[in-house]
């Protein structure tokens, strides 16, 4: 988990890569490793799937909004909205793992 | 087969509870459309909300709110990915080279894991990140 949220800013910074590129390269290698991990973890009985119908049915209808909306915006503002996100997500866990 | 046992003895548990109240479903419907949106405009980052809300919520412990969280996050990514598709977001040669390094990536790190405790490697990812998200500011 996470890997993505790394993924993106390595392709952008270090490969110059288009924010929106990086972006939905990401979401592919995800599709790709979630069938082998959804798999495994599947097996192993670790997948709960009552009560996941209303976040998946609003988070499928919201991801639309947002992936066509992302696709409005110049890469330039997209990667800066991006790294604030990035900065509150780091801080956010910082406070958890000092939490525990 | 234990785990077989533990899953039948959670569903057991959660089936009690089916009835889900109002106020929990307009939690999991709002959360779901923030995750939802999140996951479409980034292209990740879904999972981060989706396993403490998995947690919190549902009361699902770590392990199963991580191995659902991807069967959440799953259907959500395909639609979006379909989406960048269409924008013209993707390029195939990018893509192909760097998927074949993440998932050799995910493999190694999945066998790393075991050697590392998991506060050193979360502390890592944070510094990661913070470094990541200043850098792209500028």
Same mark, same amino acid.
């Given at each position: 988990m996470g890997g993505g949220t790394l993924l993106i800013p390595i392709l952008t910074i270090f490969?110059?890569?288009?924010q929106k590129l990086s972006q939905g390269i990401n979401l592919l290698s995800f599709l790709v490793m979630a069938i082998f991990s959804l798999y495994i973890h599947y097996r192993n009985g670790f997948? #709960?799937?009552?009560? !996941?119908f209303w976040i998946i049915f609003f988070g499928v209808i919201s991801s639309v909004l947002g992936a066509v909306l992302m696709s409005f915006l110049p890469s330039r503002i997209l990667k800066m909205i991006f790294g604030v996100f990035l900065c509150c997500l780091a801080i956010v866990e910082f406070i958890k793992v000092f939490k525990k | 087969m234990k785990t077989q046992e533990k899953e039948e003895n959670l569903n057991a548990k959660t089936e009690k509870k089916e009835k889900l109240s109002l106020k929990t479903k307009l939690i999991l419907s709002l959360c779901g459309i923030a995750i939802g949106f999140i996951n479409g405009f980034f292209g990740g980052g879904g999972g981060m909300i989706c396993v403490p809300l998995l947690e919190k #919520? !549902?009361?699902?412990p770590n392990k199963y709110s991580h191995a659902t969280a991807i069967a959440v996050i799953f259907p959500i990514s395909f639609v979006s990915a379909l989406i960048y598709l269409l924008s013209g977001s993707l390029e195939t040669v990018p893509f192909l080279t760097v998927g074949s390094g993440v998932l050799l990536g995910g493999i190694v790190g999945s066998l790393l894991l075991k050697f590392l405790p998991a506060k050193v490697v979360r502390i890592i990812f944070v510094f990661v990140m913070l470094a990541g998200g200043i850098r792209l500011l500028f």
């Open positions: 490969l110059s890569f288009d997948i #709960v799937t009552k009560n !996941l | #919520v !549902l009361h699902l």
